[in-house]
């Protein structure tokens, strides 16, 4: 991995470390990652990092059923309406992929994986 592409995945991984809506799973990930970059670990722990970040990434349509879902309604509270319509917008924008922190974070990173 070139040096321009790792400080951007490393740069976008403190990102996601520090989204609100980071799961623990790729949270954990993230730093087994950054702790194995320079070191023999790097290519296997990258491997296990990617499968982590495309398991967690939340596609729009994924986020719409959630938001209008009764666990969607937990975890939205009076908000869930609005999420789910903010994500109907984004889709009808082109976006593939729920745009909170943490899946922004993902998408960007995932789109370097042929790079990592």
């Given at each position: 991995m070139n040096k321009e592409v790792l400080d951007f995945v490393v740069e976008k991984t403190k990102e996601l470390m520090a989204a609100p809506s980071c799961s623990q799973e790729a949270k954990d990930a993230a730093q087994s990652w950054l702790d194995a970059v320079g070191t023999d670990r790097q290519e296997?722990?990258?491997?296990?990092?990617?499968?982590?970040?495309?398991?967690?990434i939340v596609t729009v349509d994924g986020l719409i059923a959630f938001a209008e879902s009764e666990a969607g309604a937990k975890v939205f509270g009076a908000n869930a309406g609005n999420v789910a319509e903010h994500a109907k917008e984004i889709k009808a924008a082109g976006a593939k992929y729920c745009d909170c922190?943490?899946?922004a974070a993902v998408e960007a990173i995932l789109s370097k994986k042929d790079e990592m």
């Open positions: 296997e722990e990258t491997k296990k990092y990617i499968a982590e970040l495309e398991e967690d922190p943490a899946c």
